[in-house]
């Protein structure tokens, strides 16, 4: 059974066009991550929700925003994408300590 | 400042041969350390976790050690298949103070090939 869902696996947008990613979880977690990950490094934190408390990292760009309109979704949207955000970015949610990543989206940039 | 290393960087290995891959850390307050196995553009999956209390934990052919003294923990792969190619990442837990969140350092991984 599908956990942690992202859609859509993979995303092609054109330089400069907004572009938003989706993140579902059927586990009722109340902390929800967005990582970027690029191709042979670890993933980077962007941000976290502890329920609806948003934690932004210090070098998250502007450009990156996030909402989570309630406890099963959480949203990524990149406002003006750049071909240096071309990367996989993965959801993650996390209850007492133990995380569960979703499958990915490899997002494109052209 | 939290970090984590894992050696080697790159492995390749016979089919059916073991393996031992290695990760050293300086993380505080320490929670636990997890292995994950990321597959090609897949998503991390969790191999094991483990608190500072345990030594060793198994899950099938994997089998991860953890030394809380030394910061040093393993995973060793029994009897590889060819399926076992994939990244191997370690994860080391911090509890952030006063709150339920946790902080995640990540290895950069070790990715490991196993050859017919």
């Known amino acids: 059974d599908a956990m942690v869902i992202q859609n859509p696996r993979y995303q092609v947008t054109q330089f400069g066009k907004p572009v938003t990613l989706s993140c579902s979880q059927t586990?009722?977690?109340?902390?929800m991550y967005w990582y970027q990950q690029k191709s042979s490094q670890a993933p980077k934190l962007l941000f976290h929700?502890?329920?609806?408390?948003?934690?932004n990292e210090a070098d998250t760009p502007d450009n990156f925003q996030s909402r989570r309109p309630n406890t099963s979704f959480c949203f990524l949207d990149i406002r003006s994408p750049g071909l240096g955000d071309a990367a996989m970015y993965l959801c993650?949610?996390?209850?007492?300590?133990?995380?569960?990543f979703g499958p990915g989206t490899r997002l494109t940039v052209t | 400042k939290n970090q984590v290393e894992q050696s080697p960087q790159s492995l390749i290995i016979l089919e059916g041969k073991n393996c031992t891959l290695q990760?050293?850390?300086?993380?505080?307050?320490?929670?636990?350390l997890r292995w994950y196995k990321q597959d090609t553009g897949r998503g991390p999956v969790s191999l094991t976790i483990?608190?500072?209390?345990?030594n060793t934990k198994s899950n099938g052919r994997y089998t991860a050690t953890l030394d809380a003294d030394t910061k040093q923990s393993s995973l060793h792969i029994t009897a590889s298949q060819l399926s076992d190619s994939a990244s191997y990442i370690c994860?080391?837990?911090?509890?952030?103070?006063?709150?339920?969140?946790?902080?995640?350092?990540f290895g950069k991984g070790t990715k490991l090939s196993v050859i017919p």
């Open positions: 483990m608190t500072f209390s345990e």
């Open positions: 993650a949610t996390s209850r007492l300590g133990e995380q569960y």
């Open positions: 994860v080391v837990s911090a509890r952030h103070s006063g709150a339920g969140s946790y902080q995640l350092t």
């Open positions: 990760c050293n850390y300086t993380v505080s307050p320490f929670s636990n």
């Open positions: 929700y502890y329920d609806k408390d948003f934690n």
């Open positions: 586990l009722n977690h109340n902390v």
